[in-house]
Every structure is written in structure tokens, then in C-alpha cells.
């Protein structure tokens, strides 16, 4: 090799090198700072480019099943390194309003049936739509074995709330559904699933003891009813209940602990307002034969994904209640003793971000979702 060549070529090895380390620093994720009990913890963003990332669900493997909501399509995120997969074979979806593509579970026996579950608007040929969850395996990135098991009742010509949080405990399947705002009336009433949080088995049957199954008129699919638009469901680790969130109009955003049969007063009692400042119906927010809230906000903070951190990752907030703010900005922490909120932390409120979903990762870091298209989580700093 000539001396030429030679020169060419160490400038040609050199140029590369540089490059790449150029692109790395380039692709080096995006990280803010975070204070919370004296601890400095950091922000990562992990992904983004999706529009509206309204569930979330982790697969046994780490990688992040995402849904679009307004793109009515489901995303595969490897959060290690930030790239994204459409998942194929998914329904025909009504991507309007507040409709889309929802929630997304994964069974707790995946490794070995590959099952999720996923709720979605749907549309009939009349233009009246509703909330669907189907149930299907989970091929590499493609949904095969699709069954419709559950349709909310009645379809609706307006694409208004919807819920839907999805939530599987000991074998049943819970789902959260709105009372499609117009309809709002619907959550008294037995006949149909509007403003219900509802119980089925896996397979989409109805479990003998849900307690309406004998009632004559009702839904045997109804759990609990009086809500409003529900947005959030999880299972307090400690006491294995069943915990909701919902949003209120103008105020009066509830927590409630979710027990069978009881009526959460959606919309005879309120602790909220009319979006006009008009009181909702009598304007009391208190009626015997009705449930108080655990907690409510006023003013509304437009409540969104619910999640009990159990991990050690970040010791200090171990029990504490993760949820997401949309109008007021910020993600909600409660700490919770006993039978109460003994403290209420705003946390990011510096970012303005709409917080979609919070999520507990398998790596016990707090994986958010946002309505500018990213996931960020939540880690010590090291």
C-alpha cells in the first residue's frame, strides 16, 4: 500500500470513528432531574412519535405494548432501545372524539397462551358506535385468533366517553365504561353498561355471582354503577381491593374503592359543577343508598392511568399511588395511611405535560405516558 492509500485510508478510518461517535451523543436520550423525598431521581424519554399514548402493558420480556388512540393502532416499544413496531392484524377502529384505540392488558400467563386483551371503539353501519374489548394471541407483532368478547350497550351516535381501563385479578376481566356524556342518566340505570364498572370471566362469560345476574331488567355483566367517565383502574397491593378513578365536569374528579353492587351516585350526587357553573341536577352531594369518594379533586385535575408503586427501585415511594393529570399538568401522588390521604404531591408540574398512563415496569422503574408522544420513566440517579 502506497504512502497515499495509506493516508486515505487512516483519514477514511478516523472520519467513521468520528461519525459514530457523532450519531451516538446525537441519539443520547433526552433526561430531566427530579426531587421527591430526598431523593434525586431521573426522567428518561424512552420513546415518542406517538400521538396519543393512551394504555400501556408490559410483556414478559420487557418490550412495552403501547396503544395510539386517535391512530387507532397498537405499537411494540423496546424501551432499551427506544425503537417502535406496529403490531398487525387489529380490528376496524373509530378513531374520533374520544374514541380510538384504548386500553391493552397482557394475561398473567403470556409465556405460555400469549393472550391480551384490548378495548377500542367500534362502529356499526349506522353510525352509531360503542366500546369493544376483544381477546387474541399475540404473535410476534401480529394479532392472530381475534374474539369480540364484549360490547358495551347501547351504540351511540356520539364518540364521547368511552372509559375504558381493563384490569385482569384471579380470573375475572373488569372493564371500565363511560357514560358517553350526553347519556349521562344511563349511569342509574340497570339496562345497559353506560357509567358501569363491569365483571366477566376470561373467556368473556358472565360469572354466576356478579351481583345483578339475577335481577330482573339488569346487565349481568354490571359490577358497581353510578360513574361517570372512568380512566383509571388498578388493585391496591395491600388489601387487594379494587380501586377506580373517574373524571368529574367542573370539578369532582373521585377515587373510589370498587365494591360490588354499590351505586357511586354518577350524576343525582356530585362534588363538582356543570361546565356551564350550573349544578349538576339537585346540586347535593350527598344521598343515602350512595357512595361517598375515597378522594376527589376540586378543581378537576382530569385524572388518567392509576398505579400502586411496589418495587424497591425507589423505596421512599413504595404503597404510594401513581396518577396521571391532564388539565392540571402533572403527575398526582398520593400517600395513603390507613384508611386516607395523609399527603398529595404535584410532581413534574415544570413540564406541562398531559400524563396519559402511568405504569410500574418489570425493571421497577414508573413508566409514564404523555400526550406529546413520549414515554419517559421514572429512575434513581446513579
Known amino acids: 500500500m502506497n504512502a497515499t ?5 487512516f483519514l ?3 472520519s467513521v470513528f468520528l461519525f459514530c461517535c457523532f450519531f451516538s451523543c446525537s441519539k443520547q436520550r433526552e433526561t430531566f432531574l427530579l426531587e421527591s423525598e430526598g431523593l434525586d431521581l431521573e426522567v428518561e424519554v424512552v420513546s415518542d412519535s406517538i400521538s396519543v399514548p393512551f394504555g400501556m402493558a408490559f410483556l414478559p420480556d420487557g418490550k412495552l405494548l403501547v396503544t395510539d388512540r386517535p391512530n387507532a393502532r397498537m405499537i411494540l416499544v423496546n424501551v432499551d432501545a427506544g425503537t417502535q413496531t406496529n403490531i398487525d392484524g387489529l380490528p376496524p ?4 372524539g374520544d374514541g380510538g384505540m384504548l386500553d391493552v392488558i397482557v394475561h398473567p400467563d403470556f409465556k405460555n397462551n400469549q393472550t391480551i386483551y384490548y378495548s377500542y371503539s367500534s362502529i356499526r353501519t349506522d353510525s352509531t358506535s360503542t366500546m369493544t374489548v376483544d381477546r387474541a394471541r399475540l404473535d410476534g407483532t401480529r394479532i392472530v385468533d381475534s374474539e369480540r368478547i364484549f360490547s358495551a350497550l347501547p351504540y351511540y351516535k356520539e364518540p364521547n366517553h368511552f372509559g375504558c381501563r381493563l384490569l385482569l385479578k384471579d380470573g375475572y376481566l373488569f372493564i371500565t365504561m363511560g357514560e358517553r356524556y350526553f347519556l349521562r342518566d344511563s349511569a342509574q ?3 345497559n353498561h353506560l357509567g358501569k364498572v363491569l365483571r366477566l370471566l376470561e373467556d368473556g362469560s358472565i ?15 354490571i359490577w358497581s354503577y353510578g360513574h361517570r367517565n372512568p380512566q383509571g383502574l388498578t388493585i391496591n397491593p395491600l388489601t387487594g381491593e379494587l ?3 373517574e373524571h368529574g365536569p367542573k370539578g369532582g374528579d373521585e377515587i373510589n374503592i370498587i365494591r360490588p353492587a354499590l351505586n357511586y351516585g354518577w350524576p343525582v350526587i356530585c362534588h363538582g359543577i356543570d361546565y356551564d357553573d350550573t349544578p349538576i341536577g339537585d346540586g347535593i352531594k350527598v344521598k343515602e343508598g350512595m357512595e ?3 378522594y376527589y379533586y376540586v378543581p378537576s385535575i382530569a385524572p388518567s392511568g392509576m398505579e400502586f408503586y411496589t418495587a424497591e427501585a425507589i423505596p421512599q415511594w413504595k404503597g404510594n399511588l401513581f396518577i396521571g393529570a391532564m388539565a392540571l399538568k402533572h403527575l398526582n401522588r398520593l400517600v395513603i395511611e390507613g384508611n386516607k390521604v395523609v399527603r398529595e404531591d404535584r410532581l413534574l408540574t415544570e413540564k406541562n405535560w398531559r400524563i396519559r398512563c402511568v405504569k410500574q415496569g418489570p425493571d421497577g422503574f414508573l413508566y409514564l405516558s404523555i400526550d406529546n408522544g413520549c414515554i419517559v420513566r421514572i429512575k434513581p440517579k446513579h
Open 12 to 14: 477514511f478510518i478516523c
Open 93 to 96: 377502529i373509530l378513531a374520533s
Open 292 to 294: 361517598q369518594p375515597f
Open 243 to 245: 380501586w377506580e378513578h
Open 5 to 9: 492509500l495509506k493516508v486515505f485510508y
Open 189 to 191: 340505570t340497570l339496562s
Open 207 to 221: 360469572p354466576s355471582d356478579n351481583p345483578f345476574v339475577n335481577t330482573k331488567g339488569a346487565l349481568p355483566e
